[in-house]
Each structure stands twice: as C-alpha cells, then as structure tokens.
C-alpha cells in the first residue's frame, strides 16, 4: 500500500501510534510530505526512524528549509574567529531567530541536535538535503502528486515539473486557494495548511475535487492523519490536547 503523512512536527509518539494502526511494514510506501521537525517534542527521533527504512520517501518542508538554513552552515564548523565571523552574517542571524522564535518552534530541534555526536549530525544534514521537492505515483491509474505545498498555477504534474521555482523559501510558504476549481485530472496531496484553518473544525483531511490537504494540526492539538492513496482510507491519531 501507498500511504502518506504531513506535518508530523515532532509528534514521534503519535506517529509511532499511526504506523502501528496502519500496520505499515517492508511490502508498503510511506510519502512524509515535509514538516517533520520543529513544535513537537522529538524531531530528530522521527527522522532517525525514518533514515533506517528505504521505503520511506521524505518531502521537503518549510520547516526542513529553515532548519537547513540554520543547521547546514551552522557554527559546528566554525572554531577560528575569521569562520565564525563568516558565519555570522545578518542574514544568518536573521534566519536563526526565525527558525527558533515560539511559531516556529524550531528550538526543540535545535537542543536535540545540540544532544547528537558530530557523525549523528552530519549524517542526519545529509540525509535532510536529499529530501524530494515531491514525488509522483500511479495507484489504480490514478497519478497522485505528492508535494508540501502548491500555489494556484499549479493544477497538474506536468505544471509543476515545467515551474521555474526561483526562490525556493516562497513556494514552500505558499498556498493554493483551496475553494477553487480542483477537477483536473492529477490528484495532489499536500500539507502545510492546517485544515481547521479550512473549516475542517474536527481536524480530519480536506478535499476539494482533486486536492487533498492532510495536514491536520497535530503538534497544535489536532490530529495527525495518513491517508491510504489505493484504498482513500483515512487514519487518524489524536494529537495532544
């Protein structure tokens, strides 16, 4: 089976929950569609689970983006005043307190990549660079594109491999206006917008035609949700309230 997940954020215990309710093993494909890190109490545990299992195919997030901005050229490299003033940059400070300031939460990422060993963390860097922009599937002659976000000038996966994506940070902010017209042929799968925002108030998966957001607010007291792409099973597991 094909199933995917969005805007874990942390939330290791109720992903754990969701994998065991899915029964999700060697035969399956799991699509994280991005947003692992930040809010929840244990980012880097998820990724950790997700760097052993090479059918689980990781999709780059926001979050993944700020914390890369951070992280990759980070101060562990830095140990003569020249590197360090290198470093740090107004746009790098910028970015830092951005990534870590209370909305973002990227704080409890950041101490718990303080807590890995210098092989931990650049094995970890490594492997978050690699992460998909997205990915496509056919399931029952169905193409499923699997992306974090979109915004309205995308309506199929031929648009998104022809978009020149210039500045990465905005795309990856973006949204599509989700009461639109969604009846193309391509089904998307998307995270990003918690879907309360989307009058989902029971915190369950949005469809409009074709686009499906499964971002469920999870680390904000939602649920976290994966949806099954043969069957379109929904499953959720409640976040902490």
């Not at 910028?94 to 718990?112: E, R």
């Amino acid at each position: 089976m094909h199933y995917c997940v969005s805007d874990i954020h942390g939330c290791y215990k109720e992903f754990i929950k969701l994998m065991d309710m899915i029964g999700f093993g060697e035969d399956d494909t799991l699509y994280v569609i991005g947003d692992i890190v930040d809010r929840g109490p244990r980012p880097v545990k998820i990724l950790e689970w997700m760097m052993k299992r090479n059918n689980v195919i990781p999709i780059v997030g926001n979050h993944e983006y700020m914390m890369m901005k951070v992280l990759l050229p980070g101060l562990k490299e830095a140990s003569t005043e020249e590197e360090i003033e290198k470093t740090l940059t107004l746009d790098y400070i910028v970015d830092t307190n951005i990534w870590l300031c209370s909305d973002n939460g990227g704080k409890v990422t950041a101490d718990a990549f303080k807590q890995l060993s210098k092989y931990e963390r650049d094995d970890l860097l490594d492997y978050v660079k690699d992460f998909s922009l997205y990915e496509s599937v056919v399931v029952n002659d169905k193409t499923y594109v699997i992306v974090h976000t979109i915004d309205d000038s995308i309506k199929s996966l031929k648009d998104l491999k022809e978009k020149e994506i210039t500045d990465l940070e905005a795309f990856l902010n973006s949204r599509p206006t989700f009461e639109g017209n969604w009846d193309q042929d391509d089904l998307f799968v998307i995270g990003h917008t918690p879907t309360w925002f989307l009058g989902k108030k029971d915190c369950t998966i949005y469809r409009n035609g074709n686009l499906i957001n499964i971002d469920c607010g999870c680390s904000m007291g939602g649920n976290l949700a994966v949806i099954c792409l043969e069957t379109g099973e929904e499953f959720y597991v409640p976040g902490n309230q």
